[in-house]
């Protein structure tokens, strides 16, 4: 099993930034994809980015593309969303997880983090 923590949410203006951080520790060794969620209120959970553990692959959800930046430091086994250009339709309770598979379906991440609030005011 993995554990994850994420931080850095919070209250930030619409055009602002943020740096999600979400650090794994455990069975890190059977990582092969990190993603994150995100859930706004009244609506069903969204993907919005993941890469792949050991490799350059990165997948974005259309509406954060030029936005969001998604990168990992294995040394530290943390994975770091970089959010520009916020937008008030970006606040949710934004969740890391963690897959065994190297092209998961959202069924296929079996540890997820506590979440994290991001609030973007406009």
């Known amino acids: 099993q993995v554990q994850l923590v994420e931080s850095g949410g919070g209250l930030v203006q619409a055009g602002g930034s943020l740096t999600l951080s979400c650090a794994a520790s455990?069975?890190?060794?059977?990582?092969?994809?990190m993603g994150w969620f995100r859930r706004a209120p009244g609506k069903e959970r969204e993907f919005v980015s993941s890469l792949r553990w050991r490799g350059s692959s990165t997948y974005y959800v259309d509406s954060v593309k030029g936005r969001f930046t998604i990168s990992r430091d294995n040394a530290k086994n943390t994975v770091y969303l970089q959010m520009n250009g916020l937008k008030p339709e970006d606040t949710a309770i934004y969740y890391c997880?963690?897959?065994?598979?190297?092209?998961?379906?959202?069924?296929?991440?079996?540890?997820w983090g506590q979440g994290t609030q991001v609030t973007v005011s406009s």
């Open positions: 455990g069975r890190t060794f059977s990582i092969a994809t």
């Open positions: 997880a963690a897959s065994r598979s190297r092209q998961p379906s959202t069924n296929d991440y079996g540890d």
